[in-house]
DNA sequence: CGCAAATTTCTCGTATTTTGAGAAATTCGC
DNA sequence: GCGAATTTCTCAAAATACGAGAAATTTGCG
């Protein structure tokens, strides 16, 4: 899947601790983490304990290591920093208000041939209408919120894409040749907004549209998603408009960028 | 400050790198970051495509690098993981169900000689209560939500901090000797709940209770955050029993731990 | 389109680190 | 304070990180 011949340096074996901690497994030894890297025991205790003076990790108790507080603190310091998400927040917040029945607005980027949350505001009327947040990843495949992504992305990444997932693009009707599924883009491309329903949570409807830079490449997507899958065309069309104008927004305000100097 | 005298590993230097990213600068170049550590101008770009390449930096353009997604995905991760926060939420948004005034209720913990906010919940009402969200760190000495984990640390902490911060705790009035200083920290855990008005934010209000982990250490302090100065002794004394039963709450679900193995 | 300037990668020999194996030290539950 | 488990340390061999500058690539602009 990845790995190109090239042999990893140390730095990057350090990382790739990392890389270990998932949800299904959030603590992990040094001991289990050197066999699983195929490393000594010795070599197990230096990486975790390089990362822990970085604070990507944590020594809970003797022999169990969570990801750490430096990595809460990183997180701060892009939410604050971060151009797309200052602008779009108060965007997505009007978008919210318009909105009667319970739903969520998000923004989402794509990342490692997927679709990333980036930001999720939400009227919570008590159970949560989308479990898709901040940090969360999903297929790029399905859902409105991916779709009008992929859509758009540049022909190289379509075609890496098409040469990573062809099995899941025929699964989800995208296509079964590479020019069936190029096919598909271009509908897809010829909405603005694109509706889909359950492909994602069940009984979830998502409305999204794409968000370009300045360069006109797709930089995310802006949706609403709403729980109830019954509403009329006259509805569903009036909220295609909505989203498709809070993206022009977001644009225009990402447009003036931070001004910040590398 | 830091520092021991052991050289750096590889490793530590390329995450040197990540604390670079900072409020103020929080886009660097290969070039300038190269500069900054005293390393060459090729290494430079090695450190950054190592970096980019775990994801934890990402390139905006040419010569312009920010934090990247992966650091997104790891909060994410501990988010979802994290036992203390899994079990403090619910009892959080309890509290805050309480209250009337515009409020925020806090969870923090001790991180490099500061304290962290690790999660806020609040009835938001327009304005925000406070700006101490996950994430952000806030100085030792100086407000309820600090004031009651400090209290509570092991003594080689304290030793430390006031080798480290004299200064600091002269200035907030803990104690100019050493000893001032731990009759100061001894009055403080007296009190079961710090109340401080105006430590941190101008015309704002803190109630805090420390949280133990089941070997009676301090692991963090729950707060309730208010706007309103103006608040009667009975109202006050009402709000900190509500506090330290919520403190106290927390501690009986975390007993229970993940059960998790390593 | 093509040029010039800036950015980014590559090459290479040397100096420095990293690594594994096992010994030694430390920690922790009881 | 004892014994088992965890963690650090030691050392020499193997691997790689490093700087300097050349080479390649990208980008802005006419």
């Known amino acids: 899947m990845s790995g190109n011949g090239r042999r990893q340096t140390s730095a990057e074996k350090v990382l790739g601790v990392l890389t270990l901690f998932t949800a299904e497994r959030p603590v992990w030894s040094p001991e289990r983490a050197a066999k699983r890297l195929n490393v000594s025991l010795a070599t197990g205790y230096r990486y975790f304990n390089t990362l822990v003076a970085a604070g990507l990790l944590e020594r809970l108790q003797r022999n169990r290591y969570v990801l750490g507080p430096a990595i809460v603190e990183l997180d701060r310091q892009i939410r604050d920093a971060d151009p797309v998400l200052r602008e779009a927040r108060p965007v997505m917040e009007r978008l919210l208000a318009r909105l009667r ?6 923004l989402c980027r794509y990342y490692r041939e997927m679709v990333m949350c980036i930001h999720q505001e939400t009227n919570k009327t008590g159970e949560p209408v989308s479990s898709y947040e901040r940090g969360a990843r999903r297929p790029m495949f399905r859902g409105s919120t991916s779709k009008v992504i992929l859509a758009h992305l540049p022909p190289r990444t379509i075609a890496n894409l098409w040469r990573d997932h062809r099995r899941e693009i025929a699964t989800t009707g995208l296509g079964t040749t590479f020019e069936e599924f190029k096919a598909s883009l271009r509908a897809l491309r010829q909405e603005k907004v694109n509706v889909s329903s359950g492909e994602v949570d069940e ?14 490449r797709v930089t995310g997507s802006v949706s609403i998603v709403l729980l109830s899958p ?11 408009t909505h989203v498709y104008s809070a993206a022009r927004e977001i644009e225009r305000l990402r447009g003036r960028g931070t001004g910040v100097k590398a």
């Open 230 to 240: 019954r509403m009329n065309e006259r509805a569903i069309a009036r909220l295609c």
């Open 203 to 216: 009984g979830r409807m998502g409305i999204s549209a794409p968000i370009f830079d300045a360069n006109r």
């Open 101 to 106: 029945e319970p739903a969520a607005v998000l």
